[in-house]
C-alpha cells in the first residue's frame, strides 16, 4: 500500500505558464514533505521542502503548498521553463529511533513546451 | 567536487551470479542508503547505515546485502541476484539522518546504476 501517490505520470505545460504537481498521502505521522527533481541518466537533486507544522514555503519560481486536512500536498512552478522538463518525485519523512526515513511517491514527468 | 559515485553505471547478468555495486561519497557524510526505483512505484528503500558498521533493513531489503567498514563507501551486495532484481538503483548520502530537506539535511544521490538480470 503506497502511503505517498502521485496520480499524474504526466504533465505538459506551456512555457511561461504555471506546473501544478499533485501528491496525495495517507501517513499523518509525516512530519516533512520534500520534492525531488530528476534528469534522465543522473539521480535526484532535492528541490524544496515544508514542515508539516506550515502551510506554505516558497523559494524563487518554486512553491510548495501543504493541505493536512486533506492530506495533500502541491509544487506550483511559475513561470515554467523549457529547462524544468524532468520527473519530479513528492517524498514524505517521517521520524523513526534510526532517524528520518524517506517515503516516495511514483513521479510526474513534467514536460514543459516552448 | 562534492559528490556520490556509483559503478558500475550499468549492468546485465545472470540469474545467480554475485555482483556487487559499489558507492562512495566524498562529503564525510554518516548517512547513506540505497533505493530502486521502479515505474509507478517511486524509490524504495533498501538498506540504510546511520554511521561507521550500523546498518539496517529499509522496505525491501530481501536479496540484498550492504556493509559500511569505511565512513566513504557503501556497497550493496546481490549474492543470487534474481530477475525481479531488475531495476535502477541508486546510492545516497547525508551529513546525518534528519532528512528534513534544506542545506543540512538533504540527500545527494549518485547517478544510478541500471541493472538487468536475465
Known amino acids: 500500500d503506497q502511503q505517498v501517490k502521485q496520480n499524474s505520470p504526466s504533465l505538459s505545460v506551456q512555457e511561461g505558464r504555471i506546473s501544478i504537481l499533485n501528491c496525495d498521502y495517507t501517513n499523518s505521522m509525516f512530519d516533512y514533505f520534500l520534492w525531488y527533481k530528476k534528469y534522465p541518466a543522473e539521480g535526484p537533486t532535492f528541490l524544496i521542502s515544508?514542515?508539516?507544522?506550515?502551510d506554505k514555503n516558497e523559494d524563487g519560481r518554486f512553491t510548495v503548498f501543504l493541505n493536512k486536512s486533506a492530506k495533500h500536498l502541491s509544487l506550483h512552478i511559475v513561470p515554467s521553463q523549457p529547462g524544468d522538463s524532468a520527473v519530479y518525485f513528492c517524498a514524505a519523512s517521517r521520524y523513526n529511533n534510526a532517524g528520518n526515513m524517506l517515503t516516495f511517491g511514483g513521479g510526474t514527468r513534467l514536460m514543459v513546451k516552448p | 567536487e562534492a559528490q556520490v559515485t556509483q559503478n558500475p553505471r550499468y549492468l546485465i547478468t545472470v540469474t545467480g551470479k554475485k555482483l556487487t555495486v559499489t558507492c562512495s561519497q566524498n562529503?564525510?557524510?554518516?548517512?547513506m542508503s540505497w533505493y530502486r526505483q521502479d515505474p509507478g512505484l517511486g524509490l524504495r528503500q533498501i538498506y540504510y547505515s546511520m554511521n561507521v558498521e550500523v546498518t539496517d533493513k529499509g522496505d525491501v531489503p530481501e536479496g540484498y546485502k550492504v556493509s559500511r567498514k569505511e565512513k566513504r563507501n557503501f556497497p550493496l551486495i546481490l549474492e543470487s541476484p534474481s530477475p525481479n532484481q531488475t531495476s535502477l538503483y541508486f546510492c545516497?548520502?547525508?551529513?546525518?539522518?534528519?532528512?528534513?530537506?534544506?542545506?543540512?539535511?538533504?540527500?545527494?544521490f549518485g547517478p544510478g546504476t541500471r541493472l538487468t538480470v536475465l
Open positions: 562529503m564525510n557524510h554518516e548517512y
Open positions: 545516497a548520502s547525508s551529513l546525518n539522518a534528519n532528512l528534513a530537506g534544506g542545506s543540512t539535511d538533504t540527500q545527494y
Open positions: 515544508i514542515s508539516s507544522i506550515k
